[in-house]
């Protein structure tokens, strides 16, 4: 089953013809285009319920993660792990694609197509961990990324101009940084880090959760704020403790680009290939899931999941 958002913003009706032609040549095709928020999810678990051998989307990191949930049923992951549910193809069509840029894939729809059509010819299946978000009674996976507090206050901001018929750029979202920056409270650090065998670390501003890395990119260029994150380790963590401009000038030039090297400083909060740990907040803090804005919270536990998830790359 190939998914299709048409909405995605780097495709057009040419591109996504030539794409289900070259995929429909290799197999047995179902077509089915997304129209409305949640609807890749539900296309993805019928397409499991159906037994389908692989669900391919053609999207940006948002249909991503709704397929990625659709396929994982939540009480079925650790019964039939990764091989008791279809293979993801995955066909950027995003203005970030960070979940495909991370696997290795061509940030390109139509190079993309090849290179799944290349991995299905030889059999190349890579199985990946994915990060789950859990909070009031509710849960949804993570395939590279999660956050509380300010980062999820611009992606909040960015989702209200798209709404307002503006593209989410990568100068938008840097603008919108900025402008966020000097409205945010950077005064009054409302949230807490703690977790099994993890030290108590209280006021923090800002908790970025990876289960991968790079974290997003700016244009082409990655920004690593958990440089040791991977699909094959648990999930890692970057907390500010302090969100003055000198800290935050002294934190960001150790992100951006290809690093190796954690960010040092002494107001940094940073965990590496934890299994379980939770943010809880004094006051409601806004909360972002690969990238999608899902709300204020107050508790969200954050959990590894090894193996769940076979990709073609």
């Not at 991995?119 to 949804?140: K, N, P, T, Y």
């Not at 040791?228 to 403790?241: I, N, R, S, V």
């Not at 943010?279 to 954050?302: K, M, N």
Request: glycine share 12%.
């Amino acid at each position: 089953m190939l998914l299709v958002n048409p909405k995605a913003t780097t495709t057009n009706y040419r591109t996504r013809d030539v794409l289900i032609r070259a995929l429909g040549a290799a197999v047995d095709l179902v077509v089915e285009e997304t129209a409305y928020r949640g609807h890749a999810a539900a296309l993805a678990a019928t397409a499991h319920a159906k037994g389908f051998d692989l669900v391919a989307v053609l999207g940006g990191d948002g249909t991503i993660n709704e397929t990625v949930n659709g396929l994982l049923a939540p009480l079925d992951v650790a019964e039939s792990g990764a091989a008791g549910r279809p293979g993801l193809i995955v066909i950027p069509g995003g203005s970030a694609n960070v979940f495909a840029r991370a696997l290795g894939l061509p940030n390109e729809p139509v190079e993309a197509t090849g290179a799944a059509l290349e991995a299905l010819r030889e059999g190349r299946r890579r199985v990946v961990g994915l990060g789950q978000a859990l909070w009031e009674g509710e849960s949804r996976y993570f395939t590279f990324c999660s956050g509380m507090g300010y980062d999820a206050e611009v992606i909040r901001a960015v989702e209200g101009l798209r709404g307002a018929g503006l593209r989410a750029t990568p100068g938008r979202y840097v603008a919108t940084a900025v402008r966020h920056f000097f409205m945010t409270d950077r005064r009054q650090a409302a949230m807490t880090i703690e977790g099994p065998g993890i030290p108590k670390a209280p006021h923090v501003y800002m908790a970025i959760v990876s289960n991968t890395t790079p974290w997003s990119y700016i244009g082409n260029r990655p920004v690593h704020p958990t440089p040791w994150a991977g699909f094959e380790t648990g999930l890692d963590l970057l907390g500010l403790q302090r969100m003055g401009l000198p800290a935050m000038l002294h934190v960001i030039p150790q992100i951006l680009g290809d690093r190796e090297t954690l960010p040092s400083g002494r107001d940094l909060v940073q965990l590496h290939d934890e299994a379980e740990f939770t943010l809880t907040a004094t006051r409601p803090a806004a909360f972002q899931l690969d990238g999608d804005y899902l709300g204020e919270r107050e508790r969200v536990t954050f959990r590894s999941i090894p193996n769940a998830l076979q990709v073609l790359v």
